[in-house]
């Protein structure tokens, strides 16, 4: 989105009460010593907006958002409830203007409660993907991505996520020379690989009832093994389909899929503690061979299990102090 010359690109960072500090200092540090934009802040009226511990003195409301060529909406604290319905008219009004819409973290909250994501793919931060897709359940919310260029509408992930979604924004405007010297200056990655998967603590489905927790214990204990539906089954003491109606009901997912995730949390838990090969840890876990690790990896959490393990490979001195 290139301006014509002598013309300024115009960004308007929207706070609402609970915004973090490293996301307003993101959506406004990453622009605003650039000459090729022009960064404003407000609020939903002029006046102080609090923080997340300290206290934002804006002087601009929400008229802002009819000028800008951008409006990025950083994260903030009541998620549950959604904003004010005069914000969320702003927000709309700006985007038929052909504003450009940005969110940083549950900022996409905000977009999806004005009805700007609905049939559209967008991202949160892991922790709140699923209270996105159940509150708005016309959003296709994709987990596992840093970010979303969905056009004319762009989410990111978690926090530092908004660097990466803010860099690729100067990509598009500036060029990769532009882009590649403000992260210089940031001291920060270009571009990240991967997804947001591999930042999740654990990826197998949380479970919401307890009948069948000590055969998923037992799961876990023997992930090596060659587990089918049907010795789940036996193992449970149900029929295949009452198995597989009960299992879903208690995680939300297919035994297959929870057991598939449940190896990957131990290959990255072994990965990230131990100097196993890939090949050994495929055996320990039961994904196999190392091409079927790496094809895990990269359909699960977008990146492979050597660049995994250079991402959060503990030291061993790191690792004698946590055992």
Same mark, same amino acid.
């Given at each position: 989105?290139?301006?014509p010359?002598g013309?300024?690109?115009?960004?308007?960072?929207?706070?609402l009460? =609970?915004? +973090?500090?490293?996301?307003?200092?993101?959506?406004?540090?990453?622009?605003? +010593?650039? #000459?090729?934009?022009?960064?404003?802040?407000?609020?939903?009226?002029? =006046? #102080?907006?609090?923080?997340?511990?300290?206290?934002? !003195?804006t @002087?601009? =409301? *929400?008229?802002?958002?009819?000028?800008?060529?951008?409006?990025?909406?950083?994260?903030?604290?009541? &998620?549950? @409830?959604p904003?004010?319905?005069?914000?969320?008219?702003?927000?709309?009004?700006?985007?038929?203007?052909?504003?450009?819409?940005?969110?940083?973290?549950?900022?996409?909250?905000?977009?999806?409660?004005?009805?700007?994501?609905?049939?559209?793919?967008?991202?949160?931060?892991?922790?709140?993907?699923?209270?996105?897709?159940?509150?708005? #359940?016309?959003?296709?919310? %994709? +987990?596992?991505?840093?970010y979303?260029?969905?056009? !004319?509408? /762009?989410?990111?992930?978690?926090? @530092?996520?908004? $660097?990466?979604?803010?860099?690729?924004l100067?990509r598009?405007?500036?060029?990769p020379?532009?882009?590649?010297?403000?992260?210089?200056? /940031?001291?920060?990655?270009?571009?990240?690989? =991967?997804?947001?998967?591999q930042?999740?603590?654990?990826?197998?489905? %949380? #479970?919401?009832?307890?009948?069948?927790?000590?055969?998923?214990?037992?799961?876990?204990?023997?992930?090596? %093994?060659?587990?089918?539906?049907?010795? *789940?089954?036996?193992?449970?003491?149900?029929?295949?389909?009452?198995?597989?109606r009960?299992?879903?009901?208690?995680?939300?997912?297919?035994p297959?899929?929870? *057991?598939a995730?449940?190896?990957? !949390?131990?290959?990255?838990?072994?990965?990230?503690?131990?100097?196993?090969? &890939?090949?050994?840890?495929?055996?320990? @876990?039961?994904?196999?061979?190392?091409?079927?690790?790496?094809?895990?990896?990269?359909?699960?959490?977008?990146?492979?299990?050597?660049?995994?393990? %250079?991402?959060?490979? $503990?030291?061993?001195?790191?690792?004698?102090?946590?055992?």
């Amino acid at each position: 989105m290139q301006e014509p010359a002598g013309e300024r690109h115009r960004v308007a960072v929207l706070v609402l009460p =609970g915004v +973090p500090a490293l996301e307003f200092g993101i959506a406004t540090q990453l622009f605003a +010593p650039d #000459p090729f934009y022009e960064v404003t802040v407000c609020g939903r009226r002029a =006046g #102080p907006v609090p923080g997340a511990g300290f206290t934002i !003195d804006t @002087t601009l =409301g *929400l008229d802002t958002l009819s000028g800008a060529d951008t409006v990025i909406v950083p994260g903030y604290l009541d &998620v549950d @409830t959604p904003p004010e319905p005069e914000v969320l008219t702003a927000l709309r009004a700006a985007h038929a203007a052909d504003a450009r819409l940005v969110s940083i973290c549950v900022g996409a909250f905000a977009l999806a409660a004005a009805g700007l994501l609905d049939e559209r793919p967008a991202t949160t931060h892991w922790q709140y993907a699923e209270m996105l897709r159940q509150s708005y #359940p016309k959003v296709d919310v %994709q +987990p596992n991505r840093l970010y979303i260029d969905d056009g !004319d509408i /762009l989410t990111s992930a978690g926090v @530092t996520a908004g $660097l990466d979604l803010g860099l690729h924004l100067i990509r598009l405007d500036r060029g990769p020379a532009a882009a590649n010297a403000r992260a210089r200056s /940031l001291v920060a990655a270009p571009r990240r690989t =991967g997804g947001q998967g591999q930042f999740i603590e654990q990826l197998r489905a %949380q #479970p919401r009832g307890d009948e069948l927790s000590s055969l998923r214990d037992w799961m876990l204990a023997n992930l090596a %093994q060659e587990l089918t539906i049907d010795a *789940l089954a036996a193992r449970a003491h149900m029929s295949r389909r009452t198995f597989l109606r009960h299992f879903r009901d208690e995680t939300g997912t297919s035994p297959m899929a929870w *057991l598939a995730d449940a190896r990957i !949390d131990k290959a990255r838990e072994l990965l990230e503690t131990t100097d196993l090969s &890939v090949e050994r840890i495929g055996r320990l @876990t039961g994904l196999g061979a190392p091409s079927s690790v790496r094809a895990a990896f990269h359909r699960r959490i977008a990146t492979s299990p050597q660049e995994y393990r %250079q991402i959060f490979r $503990l030291s061993r001195t790191e690792n004698r102090a946590t055992q």
